[in-house]
């Protein structure tokens, strides 16, 4: 494979995933490609397996002989076969990245649903962005998701409302919310060549709190976020979920909360400092181009909050406005902070 071969690259990390693999399988090979190739563009499948133990490759493999069978016209698909276990979503998906050649990656789940039409809206609002502010601009797009349960059954039509997300341009993916609180979920994310190159500078060992996260804060103080107010997928809520939503306000999230009690906060919040230290240490002078001195003085002592006391911290929470979204998410880091 070339760099720049006008390819979309979807990447899809599994493991022990043979309960839900073949519909979320079926339905990336089905994308809808009428917009892309009007632009030259189409989508190629890259796929790892973190060394699983059950039949989940053989279903993938099942499948992609069925789909190759019977598509006239199928999408170029590739597999690793490099069947080691990293034990880590971030470090297959930063393998994953690292093979890839695509002008534009996408992030897949195993376990998820995507709608027909992801991968053409989320490229059409990507090229709108790019055709503004240029392709060497690092851009990431994101959408809203739909929730459903282990069976398949909708639970929720927004994950933006289920868990009552800002929306505002402005306030939903700027720098002071995203190093708090994530509000981009990977496997709703589109990433241009720009924004890829500058993520794989990183290794996944300083991605603390997930490579999604890592990849909002970095792109949001070097380039630009797009949020497409849609829901292109249905994200599957199981027992086996890596990251689990609870619905915001509701009787599940206070358990929650409670039963992971203020230590897990504590570590939590330890872990935002030291990623946003990373990312500061390791993309400061890009920063400072992007953003301004504002920002990376603001991400600094953020980063330094690892060391303060909780009268600092409610100071540099006061200062900059950084708040976790959510009256009962704000009111927990006050107190627990």
């Known amino acids: 494979m070339t760099m720049n071969d006008n390819k979309i690259d979807i990447l899809c990390a599994t493991y022990n995933g043979e309960r839900f693999v073949d519909k979320q399988i079926k339905s990336l ?14 989508i190629r499948l890259i796929i790892r397996d973190d060394g699983s133990t059950d039949k989940t490759m053989d279903i993938v493999r099942k499948r992609l002989d069925y789909y190759k069978a019977k598509r006239e016209n199928p999408i170029e698909i590739k597999i690793l076969d490099d069947n080691y276990h ?13 093979v890839s050649t695509g002008d534009y990656i996408l992030f897949s789940d195993q376990d998820d649903m995507w709608y027909r039409g992801k991968t053409d809206e989320t ?20 959408t809203d998701l739909a929730l459903m349960n282990e069976e398949g059954r909708k639970i929720a039509d927004s994950f933006f409302d289920y868990q009552k997300l800002p929306r505002e341009e ?24 720009a924004a890829v190159e500058l993520l794989k500078e990183a290794p996944a060992s300083e991605m603390l709190l997930m490579y999604d996260h890592f990849a909002a804060i970095l792109v949001a103080a070097t380039g630009k976020i797009a949020f497409l107010d849609k829901p292109l997928i249905r ?3 199981h027992s086996g979920n890596a990251v689990g939503a609870h619905q915001a306000g509701s009787v599940s999230e206070y358990k929650s909360r409670f039963n992971l009690g203020r230590d897990k906060f504590l ?7 030291r990623q946003a230290g990373y990312i500061l240490k390791r993309y400061e002078d890009r920063i400072r181009e992007a953003s301004g001195q504002k920002t990376v ?4 002592e953020y980063s330094e909050l690892i060391m303060a006391g909780k009268r600092e911290k409610l100071e540099f929470f006061q200062k900059y406005g950084v708040y976790k ?3 009962i998410k704000k009111l927990v880091q006050m107190i627990w902070c």
């Open 86 to 98: 990293t034990g880590s979503p971030t470090d297959s998906f930063i393998k994953l990245l690292n």
């Open 29 to 42: 090979v089905t994308q809808s490609r009428d917009l892309m190739q009007k632009d030259g563009y189409d």
């Open 297 to 300: 003085d603001m991400m600094r």
């Open 170 to 193: 402005g306030v939903r993916d700027s720098i002071s919310s995203l190093l708090i609180q994530n509000t981009v979920t990977g496997c709703t994310v589109m990433m241009n060549r």
């Open 123 to 142: 490229f059409a609002l990507m090229r709108n962005y790019e055709a503004k502010y240029g392709k060497d601009t690092p851009i990431l797009v994101h």
């Open 325 to 327: 979204n959510g009256a």
């Open 267 to 273: 570590k939590d919040m330890d872990l935002s400092y």
């Open 235 to 237: 994200y599957r809520q």
